[in-house]
Every structure is written in structure tokens, then in C-alpha cells.
């Protein structure tokens, strides 16, 4: 272990595995490995690492990352900086603001504790909440843009500590500039959300509204979250001990975004109407559904990996799987799609450690 630093001691270790911090459990060594748990160990390393030149990754729950199985050669940066703070605005609503290395779920637990309402559907999703912008994480009708109110952030290109609001994210589905245009300037520190007080919870999605058919009473924000998690367990969506079908990085590719006519396309070659949803002015068509038709079932296996018996979008470790077992898998997914259906299908894990032709030939993003 090695100790890089300038004014905070941080400990700096050498060929850590990747592997055991993943979901997919997947990965080679990271060539260095530092844990920031405060903003200024956290800013100190990164820029210890920009002056020796090392490429860096800033690493949260490892819950949506695809990792080489040559692993990363620079540093790889645990922004575990923890601390909630809970501040009540006075027109109905808090502001809750949480260090970038907070279990996402216990924070909606808090939350939901507290009476708060507007995250209480994205209950079980693993991670930290450094990451929740990135992707703007989202499920079961809910997204955190819809209550971000500001994210504070290291600009690595102005090397200043800056607050961004809501637009300043460009949110919209599993993207944000965090993962597009601004793709690795910005490091989360702490994100600001503004809950609503004493407010009734969202059960406007259907598999939610269905788990509460025939009750008269009306759902409790805890009822919601105790609900989300029982239908996230029964698809393998939350991380349980012993659930073989966990081991995974959550839905492998994003629900294709696409214009009407190739909407129809997708009607004539399934010879059925694809379900669609209006998204960012295309429509959205469920990527399992094409899975699901192109041949590939739930439960399908290629050797080391497979997809899930109880989700056609989550890609599975099956046990002992390199990351070349799932890239040739994924591949063979996306050919049988397009062949089938005229759509690419892009992944949704960020990729680590890959060469970029290989990034650009699955239509993914690094990390
Ligand atoms: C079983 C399962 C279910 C899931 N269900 C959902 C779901 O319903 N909806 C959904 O949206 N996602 C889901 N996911 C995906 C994943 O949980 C989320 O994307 C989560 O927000 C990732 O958090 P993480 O801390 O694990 O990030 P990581 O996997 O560690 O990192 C993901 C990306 O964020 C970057 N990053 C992490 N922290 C920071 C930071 N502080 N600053 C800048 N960049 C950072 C990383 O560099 C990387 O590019 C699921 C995953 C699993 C395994």
C-alpha cells in the first residue's frame, strides 16, 4: 500500500480485484484503489491522480458497471462520502441532502420513515447515491429528476467544487450530462432531493396499483416501499442472499427509444403490436418484449452466464463468468434483436476497462 498525498493522508492500494466489488461480480484488478469518505480526500486524490497522469474511475455500489476482465489500469476512487442532513423548507416540502457514498435504499427508507414522499417507488435499488444522477435512476413511475433539486460536484476541467441544478443535468431516460455530453468531468459529491411532506405515495404504475387491487384503505408510504420491494424480489431486481439470480447489473440493455415508423417496422416483423410508451419525443418500446421474441427467453443460458429465470433484461453471472462471456452473449442478444426487429438495443451498465472500438460496437458508454 502506498500513501499518495499533499495535505490528507490517503492509503492507495495496488492490484485490488474488481470482481468482489461489482453485483455482476465480474472484472479484473484495478492497478490502484483509494476510498475517499470526505469531499476533501475525495478532491485531493483526483487531482493527486490528474497530476501523475493515472486515468480514473469513480466507483459507487458497483451495481451498474460491466467490467474487463483486464480490469482498470489508474485509480479506482470509492466516493464513500456519507452524511444525510434533513431540512425542512416550510412550504410542504424537505430538502434532504446525502453524501455521495449513502446507500441509496437506506436513504429511501429514512425518507419514507420520515413521511416523505417522492422516491418511496425506487425502494431496493442497489447502489450510492452518487449515482443516482448519472443515469437518472429510475423505476415504477418514478425517476430522481423529478425531485433533484441540486447536485454538488468536482469540475475535473475548472478543478472547482460547483452546484448544478436540475437543468443544469439534462436529465431524461437513463441519461444525464453526467453519461453524455459531460461523460467523466464531474464527480458527485452530495445530491440535494426536495420531498414532499406528509404526502400520499405514487402508485400510478401498473404492477404497483395491482398490489393494492381490492384494499379500500389507501397505501401507506411504507405499504408502497414494502410493495415495490416484494415485486422487485419476485424479479430478481433486489439484492438477496442466496437468490442465484441477483448476480447481475440490473436491466443489461435500456428500452430502445424510436421513431413511429420504425415502431410499426417492429409491429409488421413480430406480426403483433409492440407495447410503446412517448418518450423524449419517439416512443418507447420494452426491450424485454423484443428479447422475449427475438429467442431468447427467460432463464436462456450460454455457458457461464445466462439471463435471468425470473427477468428477460438482467443479464446473469451464472457463476465463475468472465467478462468476455458476457460481452459474446449480450452481442449474440443485440444481433438476434436487430435481425428480428430492425433495433439496436443499447446496454445500460457502464463500461470499464474495454477498448473504445469495443465500447463503440455495443453502443455503450464508458464509465
Ligand atoms: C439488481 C439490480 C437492480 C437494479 N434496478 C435498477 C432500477 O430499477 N433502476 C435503475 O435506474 N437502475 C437499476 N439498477 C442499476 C444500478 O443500481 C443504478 O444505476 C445505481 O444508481 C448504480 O449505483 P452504484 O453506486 O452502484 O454505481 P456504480 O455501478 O458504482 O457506477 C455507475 C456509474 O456511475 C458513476 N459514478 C458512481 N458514483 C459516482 C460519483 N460519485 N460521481 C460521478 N460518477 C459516479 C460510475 O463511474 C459509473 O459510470 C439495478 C442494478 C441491480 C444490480
Not at 160 to 174: I, K, M, P, Q
Not at 190 to 212: C, K, M, N, Q
Not at 239 to 268: M, Q, W, Y
Not at 302 to 331: C, E, P, Q, Y
Request: with cysteine; proline share 5%; net charge neutral.
Amino acid at each position: 500500500m502506498g500513501c499518495y498525498t499533499r495535505g490528507a493522508v490517503i492509503p492507495v492500494q495496488e492490484n485490488i480485484r474488481l470482481a468482489p466489488l461489482t453485483t455482476l461480480g465480474i472484472g479484473g484488478p484495478a492497478r490502484r484503489f483509494a476510498r475517499a469518505s470526505t469531499e476533501d480526500a475525495l478532491v485531493e486524490a483526483l487531482e493527486v491522480a490528474g497530476d501523475a497522469g493515472w486515468p480514473r474511475l469513480v466507483l459507487g455500489g458497483g451495481s451498474n458497471l460491466l467490467v474487463s476482465d483486464a480490469g482498470f489500469d489508474g485509480l479506482v476512487l470509492a466516493a464513500a462520502i456519507g452524511g444525510v442532513t434533513f431540512t425542512e423548507a416550510g412550504d410542504g416540502t424537505t430538502r434532504v441532502t446525502a453524501g455521495a457514498g449513502v446507500n441509496w435504499d437506506s436513504l429511501v427508507s429514512a425518507c419514507v420513515g420520515r413521511g416523505l414522499a417522492g422516491i418511496e417507488c425506487l425502494s431496493g435499488i442497489p447502489g450510492w447515491v452518487g449515482a443516482t444522477p448519472i443515469q437518472n435512476v429510475g423505476a415504477y413511475g418514478q425517476e430522481v429528476s423529478d425531485v433533484i433539486a441540486r447536485v454538488r460536484a468536482y469540475d475535473r476541467q475548472t478543478a472547482d467544487v460547483v452546484e448544478l441544478s436540475a437543468a443544469d443535468c439534462g436529465f431524461s431516460y437513463r441519461t444525464s450530462v453526467f453519461n453524455t455530453t459531460a461523460r467523466g468531468r464531474y464527480v458527485v459529491l452530495s445530491v440535494t432531493y426536495v420531498l414532499r411532506d406528509d404526502a400520499p405515495p405514487a402508485i400510478g404504475y401498473p404492477d404497483v396499483a395491482r398490489a393494492f387491487d381490492g384494499r379500500a384503505a389507501p397505501p401507506s408510504l411504507r405499504d408502497v416501499r414494502d410493495a415495490v420491494r416484494r415485486i422487485r424480489a419476485s424479479k430478481a431486481m433486489l439484492l438477496t442472499d442466496g437468490d442465484a439470480d441477483v448476480r447481475s447489473a440490473g436491466s443489461f440493455f435500456k428500452n430502445p427509444i424510436v421513431d413511429e415508423s420504425a415502431a410499426h417496422g417492429v409491429d409488421a416483423a413480430a406480426g403483433a403490436a409492440c407495447p410503446r410508451y412517448p418518450a423524449d419525443g419517439g416512443v418507447k418500446l420494452p426491450a424485454a418484449w423484443l428479447i422475449e421474441r427475438a429467442g431468447f427467453g427467460k432463464g436462456t443460458r450460454r455457458g457461464r452466464v445466462g439471463l435471468s429465470t425470473k427477468h428477460t433484461l438482467a443479464l446473469i453471472n451464472r457463476g465463475g463468468a468472465s467478462a468476455s462471456d458476457v460481452l459474446s452473449f449480450a452481442g449474440e442478444i443485440q444481433e438476434g434483436v436487430e435481425a428480428g426487429f430492425g433495433v439496436r438495443l443499447r446496454p445500460e451498465p457502464a463500461f470499464v476497462g474495454f477498448p473504445d472500438d469495443v465500447v463503440r460496437r455495443f453502443g455503450a458508454v464508458s464509465a
